[in-house]
């Protein structure tokens, strides 16, 4: 059988002995994972956060559960914990920001950096801004929903909960962003599969 043929299992698998074959891995759904990633976190950390997701998973490519062909929700269950990282991280900060009575603390740069910010969150858009209003959980289920096209049972798989869980995440996460939309701007609602 040849690369382009084997299923990831079987690619990951061969990675044991020949660690090189991993980067089949990496060919394969890189640019997905990416999107997903940038789509939740920004530019600014997405393409870090993405180029961890695959150190993680090369780390740990002898935990990966051979009886599914497909590596994508694996993948994105590792993803769907750096992004709730870099979303506690951001939390972190604000409280620590808030510590200071919103004074921040001037560094080298500072007025670049806060340039940057603000046009990163133009990029980032308005669905990254009601994600961030999700309680985790939510903001994890329909991140791969939304963000990445994964199917309820390919969350499943990658969260480890069952459908039924996921299935009511998503509901109570739909309720909660369809109240943060505005009334004029239903548009959203389809746009975004919520």
């Known amino acids: 059988m040849s690369r382009a043929e084997a ?8 990675s044991y002995d020949d660690p090189e074959r991993f980067a089949l891995i990496f060919r394969r759904h890189y640019r997905t994972v990416y999107r997903y990633v940038v789509s939740a976190v920004g530019p600014d950390d997405g393409p870090d956060v993405a180029a ?6 090369f ?3 002898h935990r990966f559960d051979a009886r599914f062909r497909s590596a994508r929700p694996w993948l994105f269950g590792i993803a769907a914990h750096l992004v709730r990282d870099v979303y506690r991280a951001r939390e972190r900060q ?6 200071l009575g919103g004074r921040a603390v001037p560094a080298v740069g500072f007025e670049d950096d806060a340039v940057a910010r603000v046009d990163a969150e133009d ?6 801004t ?4 999700l309680t985790p959980d939510q903001r994890d289920v329909v991140g791969l929903f939304a963000l990445a096209g994964l199917s309820y049972e390919e969350i499943a798989q990658a969260l480890g909960i069952p459908i039924g869980t996921v299935k009511s995440r998503l509901t109570r996460a739909r309720r909660r962003l369809r109240n943060l939309i505005p009334p004029d701007d239903e548009s959203s609602h389809e746009e975004h599969g919520i």
């Open 7 to 14: 299923t990831d299992a079987e690619v990951i698998a061969a």
């Open 52 to 57: 961890e997701v695959f150190v993680r998973a």
């Open 59 to 61: 780390a740990a490519r």
């Open 94 to 99: 604000g409280r620590a920001l808030g510590h």
């Open 123 to 128: 990029r980032v858009g308005p669905i990254g």
């Open 130 to 133: 009601l994600l961030g209003s």
